[in-house]
């Protein structure tokens, strides 16, 4: 077995790892271990968790887990809405599309970092673009939001992929949900959608997702 490290910006993102990709990938050879960030933390008070940190301190977490001997290489599961202008490329990503953007980004947190066990992967344009995979599931996956189905497929057919529901304050996925569903909760209503959309549900529909997964699933063999 090899030891992969995922460093995600959250819980949600842990429990997406711990109940999905982790399963997934252990059939494929690979110990796959999340390591969430840590944005706060309060004198005397609980570590605050979620978001990803600024580049000095996620930089710094990433060689901290690439010198674990053990480990084969060390991958990121952050947001690309919202991610920091910190980051090397994010202030002015180039690119005619969200996916060349998104990778123009990853190339430059790869360069700054500088080696060979680490790769970046950015979630287009974030986790609850991920849920858009299945319209039907995320209704299913909300109390009380049975109606809201034929919302959400309205909004999925806009698009040829969930991942290019897009990176706008009023129009990023998790506002699209909070527009209609304003109890909505990342980290319960998320992991419970995704849980019911199952990991082949989403890898069909999300081609840089699906990207990601094929090369940590080669990090196997």
């Known amino acids: 077995m090899r030891k992969l490290f995922v460093y995600v910006e959250g819980p949600t993102e842990e429990r997406f790892v711990k109940t999905l990709l982790a399963p997934h990938l252990n059939s494929c050879g690979?110990?796959?271990q999340p390591i969430v960030a840590t944005t706060k933390v309060v004198f005397d008070q609980p570590v605050f968790k979620g978001g990803a940190p600024k580049y000095q301190k996620a930089r710094k977490e990433i060689w901290r887990l690439l010198g674990d001997s053990s480990v084969v290489a060390?991958?990121?599961m952050f947001d690309y809405y919202g991610l920091d202008s910190s980051y090397p490329g994010r202030s002015s990503p180039s690119g005619a599309?969200?996916?060349?953007?998104?990778?123009?980004?990853?190339?430059?947190?790869r360069k700054d970092i500088g080696n060979m066990k680490f790769v970046p992967f950015l979630t287009l344009h974030e986790f609850e673009g991920l849920l858009f995979?299945?319209?039907q599931a995320m209704a299913a996956g909300l109390p009380g939001g049975g109606g809201l189905q034929g919302i959400f497929e309205t909004i999925r057919?806009?698009?040829q992929s969930p991942e290019e529901i897009n990176d706008q304050e009023s129009t990023a996925p998790h506002r699209r949900i909070i527009n209609v569903y304003p109890n909505y909760q990342k980290p319960l209503h998320g992991s419970l959608i995704s849980a019911r959309i199952g990991l082949e549900g989403i890898r069909t529909q999300c081609p840089h997702f699906n990207s990601w997964?094929?090369?940590?699933e080669k990090l196997g063999q």
């Open 30 to 32: 690979i110990i796959f």
């Open 74 to 76: 060390v991958t990121t």
């Open 97 to 109: 599309n969200c996916y060349e953007r998104v990778r123009f980004v990853e190339d430059a947190i």
């Open 133 to 135: 995979s299945s319209p």
């Open 157 to 159: 057919r806009q698009v």
């Open 213 to 216: 997964l094929s090369q940590l």
